[in-house]
């Protein structure tokens, strides 16, 4: 019987680790990691044919993750036309105009463009959101290909998502359970979205019931809006309890919590980490699209993050847009985000900037419900090495993703980025880190 081509172990050699261990090696064979050398270890001996990678005492992470993003739009900016106020409600209404215009092979073309820059830049995982208020399915049935197409090197998890409201559109509930039936695995909704505060609770038991049913995760953007009366999340995390789905739901966004009186998050927290639920900020999205009907001062309308964390939540940040109607910027880059993250809730102890660090990696890994992400023996094999000393530094200078690690494969490598200099008395070579 022919056999599979096995892969080469590979050794990286000096790493620094996020937790600060540095002058470490990784032994991977099969694509997981079998052992973990620490510089006071007795010298690891690597099986002949073994790939070397010198890490130079750079930063090894696992890959980075984006627990928030919409696909289907993505690299779709200027079609049909601009959103000239840049709100949230014309990247709305402008989707809505894309939509009919639409190809299955377009469509599967940009997210694959899209998934070749998120591997370049050490993104391996992500959960995207995909449009079911569409009764052709289009966009459904091209993720799921482009999920098919890059699953050796990306793990891409789908979220039926009811943009224009379970409820409120007519087909959107079918078309839901069409692609669930499909292969689509995360429960999406939009409750802020649906007619009344009343029918947006209705959504939220509904769709929770549904994936209670069968056995599905379940992510909504959840009061993405500016209103400090918009209480879906607690509708959320309710249902959550009464179902038993602790760990597996999670609100996206919870723009409204920023504007909520405070007594009442002060009661809301405690009743989120009780539920188990998790949330995802966006960052980019929420500090350009929120506070559009403020004059002065201009309310931010990124959620409570720190907060969040301090009750017990896991907190994410995702991209969320690149290059769609809502946003006409961003490439990719997880660190940009948590660099935004960090800079809006104001996160800058120590101790806040390395967890912005782990709202990109550690924390959506636990969302996605990724299997053997981690650092540790037995983990896959799947590394970014930064061009960073530490996680902070690495956030600072968006660093250079080296080298880009999947299950024991570099899917792609970055040149060191350095300029050289003619200075009299200094370096021809300049070093972006700090002196070490
Ligand atoms: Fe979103």
């Known amino acids: 019987m022919p056999t599979m081509p096995t892969l080469p172990p590979l050794l990286i050699r000096q790493a620094t680790l996020p937790d600060g261990r540095s002058g470490v090696d990784l032994l991977a064979i099969d694509g997981r990691i079998a052992e973990i050398r620490e510089s006071t270890d007795p010298v690891l001996t690597p099986p002949a044919g073994t790939t070397l990678l010198d890490a130079q005492g750079w930063l090894l992470s696992p890959p980075f993750v984006d627990a928030h993003f919409h696909m289907d739009a993505t690299l779709s900016h200027g079609l049909p036309r601009i959103n000239r106020s840049g709100t949230l409600l014309e990247g709305i209404a402008l989707w809505g105009e894309l ?168 009661k809301l927290l405690p009743l989120i980490a009780e539920a188990g639920v998790q949330a995802v900020a966006n960052p980019l999205i929420n500090i350009t699209l929120q506070g559009r009907h403020d004059s002065y001062p201009k309310r931010r309308g990124m959620t409570r993050v720190p907060e969040l964390m301090a009750a017990g939540v896991n907190v994410a940040f995702g991209h969320d847009c ?70 902070v530094e690495a956030i600072r200078l968006r660093a250079t993703r080296l080298a880009v690690v999947r299950r024991g494969r570099v899917l792609a490598r970055t040149p060191a980025a350095t300029a050289t200099l003619d200075l009299p008395g200094r370096p021809d070579r300049l070093d972006w880190t700090l002196p070490h």
């Not at 370049?120 to 290909?145: T, Y």
């Not at 607690?234 to 007594?263: C, F, I, K, P």
Request: with cysteine; proline share 4%.
């Open 99 to 266: 939509k009919p215009l639409l190809t299955a092979e377009a469509l599967i073309e940009r997210a694959m463009a899209y998934c070749d820059w998120a591997v370049a830049r050490g993104l391996l995982a992500i959960r995207s959101h995909v449009d079911v208020c569409d009764d052709r399915l289009l966009a459904v049935q091209a993720l799921l290909e482009v999920k098919r197409r890059v699953a050796p090197y990306l793990d891409l998890q789908l979220v039926a998502f009811p943009q224009d409201g379970v409820l409120r559109s007519a087909t959107a509930l079918a078309n839901l359970k069409r692609a669930l039936d499909l292969g689509v695995e995360v429960v999406g909704g939009i409750p802020h979205f649906e007619r009344t505060a009343e029918q947006g609770a209705e959504s939220v038991k509904l769709l929770c019931e549904l994936a209670a049913a069968r056995g599905l995760r379940v992510d909504m953007h959840c009061d993405e809006s500016d209103d400090p009366l918009s209480r879906h999340i607690e509708t959320l995390a309710w249902h959550t309890q009464r179902l038993g789905l602790q760990g597996r739901v999670t609100g996206s966004h919870l723009t409204s919590m920023h504007s909520m009186d405070n007594y009442y998050v002060s």
């Open 322 to 391: 690149v290059m769609d109607p809502w946003y006409s910027l961003g490439s990719g880059d997880m660190l940009e985000v948590a660099a935004m993250g960090l800079h809006v809730a104001q996160m800058t102890s120590q101790d806040a900037m390395r967890a912005c660090f782990d709202a990109v990696t550690v924390n959506p890994a636990r969302i996605l419900g990724l299997p053997g992400y981690g650092l540790a023996v037995g983990c896959e094999a799947s590394f970014v090495l930064l061009q960073a000393r530490s996680p």
